[in-house]
């Protein structure tokens, strides 16, 4: 047993952690204890930094949480955020996939009890420099885009694996959400360049995973207004002009007003219909007030069924919670004493405002050809990144590497209920759709993300049969 003072508490969670078959080897100095107000967990955890660039003082912040059962069995996964510029700790980690969620009160946290620990290691870094707690000593690193933040996860995850040598050849899957639709492929391209052309250590990824991703523009954008047509949120007059009159080919973020006035005009309106009443990210949930009172009267009252279950002031309650003293500490967090708080999305940062426009399709093309699985999956309830746009880029990129539909569209189930619809080419491209999930799918449908996820890392399709689906 045991029965120690605090001052030796590490040694004895070590020793028991050891015990239980648990790898050893692990930075001690990353080994998160205990989070303020955390709930007890037999999985461990670890945070804090890798030196990407020592000459110019370029670190990467990650947090790292142990699967719930049988650690050193399990694959690991890289989730990252979009944005570009948001932070994958409080976003995947701490509000969608990871093991615990901020409490309503912002000082403490509470269980997740769907998170995709339960089935896979989860690594979670801040990225690019000027997320979060990233940072770097030259300003000019702040300046960033893909290519930046691909080659600059690439020196973080081999140094990463300096700190955690037993996972270097474990499995590994690459996910993210949103703008990660660029972040992750084009990662695995760095990441499979590598392995080319290393005669050591090659990187073991076994898949790619991507939710709601910006893929091409020239698709996503109107897929948008698609959408808010198709839900009733704006008017059949709306909707036809910018069906007619608006031409989306080769449209790029930098001049994105090279289409007519009509056009123009009409997506204008569209934008002032919908308001500011609606959550663009998932159009049936609530917003939320952050005011307290107005809180308890609109979210609580008039709560509607569709609300129930669901934090919508969990982006508020996180970033209290990341920003007080002892949290950071906790986590190995804020080293140099920023001159800037923790927010989810980047205030410093200066991206690319044109590397939105890549085309990713013949990245993820090149991932195929690698024999690696790919799977864009969608929350039919974003009108950011609509299922609309990806679901027919999919099926062009697998028209375009002439693979052959292996799974008709069809739904998938989940307990009993179906949990969205999905379809397969050549048995490694895969498009699934979420029901009721949001841009931020393991956010909205905590449950049915964790099938999704469960079925994508153990190599099997979703199921087609309520039977199948109940455990």
Same mark, same amino acid.
């Given at each position: ?7 030796v ?7 028991v ?39 110019? *003082? ?9 699967? !719930?059962? !049988? ?11 979009? &944005?570009?510029g948001?932070?994958? =700790?409080?976003? &995947?980690?701490?509000?969608e ?12 946290l ?9 089935v ?11 997320v ?5 000593n030259? %300003?000019?690193?702040?300046n ?10 690439? =020196? ?9 040598? !037993?996972?270097?050849t ?5 996910t993210?959400?949103s703008y990660a ?10 990441l499979?360049?590598?392995n #080319?052309?290393? #005669? ?9 995973? =991507? ?27 709306? *909707? ?31 934008n ?13 949930l609530d917003?939320?007030?952050?005011s ?16 129930v279950? =669901? ?5 508020y309650?996180?970033r209290y ?5 002892e ?8 080293r ?8 989810m999305?980047?205030?410093?940062l ?10 990713i ?18 929350g ?14 999919v099926? !062009?990129?697998?028209?375009?590497? #002439? ?19 999905? %379809?397969?080419?050549?048995?490694i491209?895969?498009f ?10 393991p ?5 049915r ?7 994508f ?14 455990d």
């Open positions: 047993m045991c029965r120690l003072k605090w001052v508490l590490m040694v004895c969670v070590v020793m952690l050891g015990k239980r078959g648990y790898v050893e080897g692990f930075p001690e100095q990353d080994l998160v204890v205990g989070l303020p107000g955390q709930p007890n967990a037999t999985f461990r955890q670890f945070a804090g930094y890798v030196d990407v660039d020592v000459k110019t *003082g370029k670190s990467l912040f990650y947090y790292f949480t142990e699967a !719930e059962a !049988e650690p050193e069995k399990k694959p690991l996964t890289l989730w990252l955020n979009g &944005g570009p948001c932070s994958s =700790i409080g976003g &995947g980690a701490f509000t996939l990871g093991p615990f969620y901020p409490r309503g009160d912002g000082r403490g509470r269980r997740n009890k769907k998170s995709w620990n339960k896979s290691n989860l690594l979670f870094v801040e990225s690019p420099v000027g979060g707690w990233s940072y770097s030259n %300003t000019e690193d702040y960033s885009g893909d290519q930046a933040a691909a080659n600059n996860l690439h =020196i973080f995850l081999l140094r990463w694996f300096e700190k955690f040598p !037993e996972l270097r474990r499995d590994l899957f690459l993210g959400e639709g660029h972040y992750i492929p084009q990662l695995a391209d760095v499979l360049t590598h #080319k052309n290393s #005669k050591d250590f090659k990187f073991n990824i076994k898949g790619v995973a =991507i939710g709601n991703p910006l893929l091409k523009l020239d698709r996503d954008i109107p897929a948008t207004y698609e959408y808010f047509w198709s839900h009733g949120m704006i008017s059949d007059e709306i *909707g036809l002009t910018i069906m007619s009159d608006c031409d989306f080919e080769d449209y790029v973020f930098s001049s994105p007003h090279n289409v007519s006035k009509n056009c123009n005009d009409a997506i204008a309106e569209a002032q219909v919908v308001g500011d009443y609606v959550n663009n990210y998932d159009v049936i917003v939320c007030y952050p307290i009172v107005e809180q308890e009267l609109r979210l609580k009252k008039y709560a509607t069924k569709n609300s279950g =669901i934090d919508v002031c969990m982006t309650e996180r919670y990341f920003n007080l003293p949290v950071q500490r906790a986590l190995h967090a804020n140099t004493n920023l001159p800037y708080s923790w927010s999305c980047s205030q410093v200066n991206y690319s405002n044109t590397d939105g426009n890549i085309n399709l013949p990245i993820l093309g090149r991932i195929i050809n690698n024999k690696i699985p790919v799977m864009v999956f969608s039919d309830q974003d009108s950011v990144v609509p299922l609309l746009g990806s679901r027919t880029l099926r !062009e990129l697998a028209h375009d590497m #002439k693979l052959q539909v292996t799974v008709p569209y069809g739904a998938w189930f989940d307990r009993g209920q179906v949990g969205g619809w999905y %379809t397969e080419y050549g048995n491209l895969t699934a759709t979420v029901r009721g999930a949001a841009h931020m799918v956010y909205a449908q905590p449950e993300s964790l099938r999704l996820f469960r079925s890392v153990n190599g099997k399709r979703l199921p087609n049969t309520t039977h199948l689906s109940m």
